[in-house]
């Protein structure tokens, strides 16, 4: 059966390496504000607004402090690795008259932090930053200033989360699966005259339902509101730019597609990307189509435990100088991929990283014609302890990519 949540035990090794740290470095307690960094490493996953979350982890306790609207959520039997939750009303706080519920001291956030602190008799702190991020309009202070002592901020989540366990591969895995489907539908739908929000949406929606009849229970939902699997694409002219806007735009014969598919499970996601034709290629696209997969090929040949993560995007540059087109590169090879679309650790020419088994990585070398089109395909790629393994796996030859309709 298919992993679709990560298990009570993996929060458990990743807590025990954070205790492990703690030891190492002579400090109290970890405190974490970053959502994804609060999930990988306990669980707990909330929508991160100007509301500050913190995490708290000691060598006996994990406490969290949590608004009024995630309590319920937080208290609850999905989480058991929280030992105490502390709340808050709201930001930026206040007292709030006739209340049921039980507010830590007072009700602003900076305060019900600094009780959570006291009462587990911190004295050295080490944090993914100091102080909650400034998001959706949060401006309150440092934890440096809260907690009164001073705060080093440490990269600890980040660093580890390069690294992929085997049940985030799993998760991964299972993310390919259902992104692939999502991105067979997208073919399916794609023909002249259908607006390119219409072919996402209907393609996105019947892959999601798909993927919830079929996992049913065992769907571990990390989204509010947004499809389980996803896909969409630029069309025409507009991919010639690596990062445009989806437009207001129906479909012709011949046009060019860049698409993008994934799927969230367990709160981890892939990426596949293909570059694809409205019922044919001319001649023009096909030479740039054959170019882009070959710079592709190239990286994916040079990838491999212990590889330099620069050797593999200059194995591109070298190959794009050759053929005459640097000029219609934009960006480098690839990212690392996980909880986020972008984790740290880059295909980049001005990375020192060098490739570890466990690290995955998109694949992504594209070529952008200035008013003309773009090429990119992109595969999600897990380095082995002997080579890697493609994980996204659909047909990537430019007749499979031709729609037929």
């Known amino acids: 059966m298919a992993l679709t949540s990560v298990p009570t035990e993996e929060f458990e090794r990743r807590i025990d390496i954070v205790r492990e740290n703690l030891l190492e470095t002579n400090k109290d307690a970890l405190c974490l504000f970053t959502p994804m960094d609060i999930e990988w490493l306990s669980g ?187 896909c969409g694409f630029l069309s025409g002219p507009n991919t010639a730019l690596a990062h445009g806007l989806t437009e207001n735009r129906r479909l012709k014969h011949g046009d060019i597609l860049i698409t993008g598919a994934s799927a969230n499970a367990g709160g981890y996601i892939t990426e596949l990307e293909r570059t694809m034709f409205v019922g044919e290629a001319n001649d023009d696209h096909r030479y740039y189509f054959e170019q882009m997969l070959q710079m592709q090929k190239i990286a994916i040949d040079t990838m491999g435990p212990d590889v330099p993560v620069a050797e593999v995007d200059q194995a591109v540059h070298d190959y794009c100088d050759e053929q005459g087109l640097l000029e219609y590169t934009q960006h480098h090879t690839g990212h690392n991929i996980g909880m986020g679309v972008h984790e740290r650790a880059f295909l980049d020419r001005g990375s020192n990283e060098v490739m570890q088994p466990g690290r995955v990585y998109t694949v992504e070398p594209a070529l952008f014609i200035p008013d003309v089109a773009g090429y990119r395909h992109s595969d999600t790629v897990f380095v082995t302890e002997d080579g890697v393994e493609e994980i996204t796996y659909y047909p990537k030859d430019i007749e499979s990519n031709i729609i037929t309709y």
């Open 44 to 230: 707990f996953h909330h929508l991160q607004t100007e509301r500050p979350v913190c995490l708290a982890v000691t060598q006996s306790e994990i406490h969290i402090t949590v608004p009024r609207l995630e309590l319920d959520r937080a208290t609850s039997d999905e989480f058991p690795l929280l030992d105490e939750v502390y709340h808050y009303y709201d930001y930026p706080g206040g007292e709030r008259e006739g209340s049921t519920y039980h507010y830590h001291t007072s009700a602003t956030p900076e305060e019900t932090i600094a009780e959570m602190l006291t009462e587990l008799n911190i004295k050295t702190i080490v944090a993914d930053m100091d102080g909650a991020p400034g998001y959706w309009g949060y401006a309150g202070p440092q934890l440096s200033d809260i907690a009164n002592m001073s705060v080093e901020t440490v990269d600890w989540i980040k660093e580890l989360r390069k690294t992929k366990s085997e049940v985030e591969y799993e998760l991964m895995c299972e993310s390919a699966k259902w992104g692939n489907l999502a991105h067979r539908k997208l073919d399916e739908y794609a023909e002249p005259g259908k607006h390119e929000l219409w072919v996402a949406k209907r393609a996105s929606l019947d892959a999601s339902m798909a993927m919830l009849d079929t996992l049913g229970e065992r769907y571990d939902s990390h989204l509010r509101g947004g499809f389980p699997a996803s």
